[in-house]
């Protein structure tokens, strides 16, 4: 029964994740295709993390353009992998578009026990040589993400290993560090792309 429980909150995260940030805001329609737009936005909350070269990431390093953030862990064997070949696609395709602001693309750890900056490194630039890996003690990533409302469950394996079972949305904040935007699995490449540049283009 429990793992029923956790698989539906896994698969339906992003959706539960903007419907409870939308009970407090008001969404703006720009004939978006997966993303629901906030207004108004949501200040980060404090936070003091690690990224993959072992360099303090903090709300400065949010500031001054745009992020994609998505969370996850490297010994994830599916939606995490999976999620980040999509957005190095989504990269690649904004990067092309006349007059884009490239975003920074983000991997938030949700499994700080395993993921050192140093297994970071080696995972997200798999994916893209501009991906940025954060992790930290346990204690400041649960803050973080109940912060921002990412549901997590460590589940224990047969073979007495662990698995984590988290949402797949992924987070868009703004140039003043704010969460602007929530793309809703399942995710496209194509559509990410497109929503991300009527979005950054009404700003």
């Given at each position: 029964m429990m793992t029923a429980v956790v698989a539906i909150v896994a698969i339906g995260a992003g959706a539960l994740l903007a419907r409870a940030i939308l009970d407090r805001s008001q969404s703006t329609?720009?004939?978006l295709a997966t993303a629901?737009?906030?207004?108004p936005t949501r200040p980060l909350p404090e936070f003091a993390l690690t990224d993959q070269s072992g360099a303090a990431f903090d709300k400065s390093r949010m500031r001054g353009h745009w992020s994609?953030?998505?969370f996850g862990f490297t010994h994830c064997p599916d939606v995490c992998p999976t999620t980040l070949a999509m957005l190095a696609q989504a990269e690649k395709k904004i990067a092309a578009a006349p007059a884009a602001i490239a975003p920074q693309v983000i991997l938030v750890s949700v499994d700080p026990e395993r993921d050192t900056p140093e297994l970071l490194a080696k995972y997200v630039?798999?994916?893209s040589p501009t991906f940025t890996g954060v992790t930290?003690?346990?204690?400041?990533?649960?803050?973080?993400t109940r912060a921002l409302g990412i549901p997590v469950a460590r589940t224990a394996l047969p073979n007495g290993?662990?698995?984590v079972d988290h949402s797949a949305a992924i987070l868009l904040f703004d140039p003043a560090g704010a969460l602007h935007a929530v793309f809703s699995a399942p995710h496209s490449a194509d559509l990410i792309a497109a929503?991300?540049?009527?979005i950054v283009n009404a700003n």
């Open positions: 329609d720009l004939g629901t737009v906030l207004s994609l953030v998505f630039k798999y994916f930290g003690p346990v204690t400041a990533i649960d803050e973080f290993d662990y698995t929503d991300y540049r009527r």
